[in-house]
Nanobody
Framework: QVQLAESGGGLVQAGGSLRLSCAAS????????MGWYRQAPGKQRELVAT???????SYGDSVKGRFTISRDNAKNTVYLQMNSLKPEDTAVYYC???????WGQGTQVTVSS
């Protein structure tokens, strides 16, 4: 069982930036994609971004051009650089490895107006 641990969330003003990290535990080889989803209060969980082992990326429409996902395969770590943050980006952000349906515990991101 892969365990994922997110970090880097917090409170930031609109227009600011945050960087999230997610490390997978153990001596493991993550073959597939890693990614980030988010869930705001009263809303469904939605895709933020994913990245393949080879570095191909995809983004949700609401974050394109503002967020950047990256990955360090040697460290089994995925990152999410979030720029130009908006109040509507406020949510709990979850790291995931979809191939094995593994999820982190989530990290709160709050953007004040």
């Amino acid at each position: 069982q892969v365990q994922l641990a997110e970090s880097g969330g917090g409170l930031v003003q609109a227009g600011g930036s945050l960087r999230l990290s997610c490390a997978a535990s153990g001596s493991i080889f993550i073959r597939g994609s890693m990614g980030w989803y988010r869930q705001a209060p009263g809303k469904q969980r939605e895709l933020v971004a994913t990245i393949t082992r080879g570095g191909s990326t995809s983004y949700g429409d609401s974050v394109k051009g503002r967020f950047t996902i990256s990955r360090d395969n040697a460290k089994n770590t995925v990152y999410l650089q979030m720029n130009s943050l908006k109040p509507e980006d406020t949510a709990v952000y979850y790291c995931t490895v979809p191939l094995i349906d593994s999820w982190g515990q989530g990290t709160q991101v709050t953007v004040s107006s």
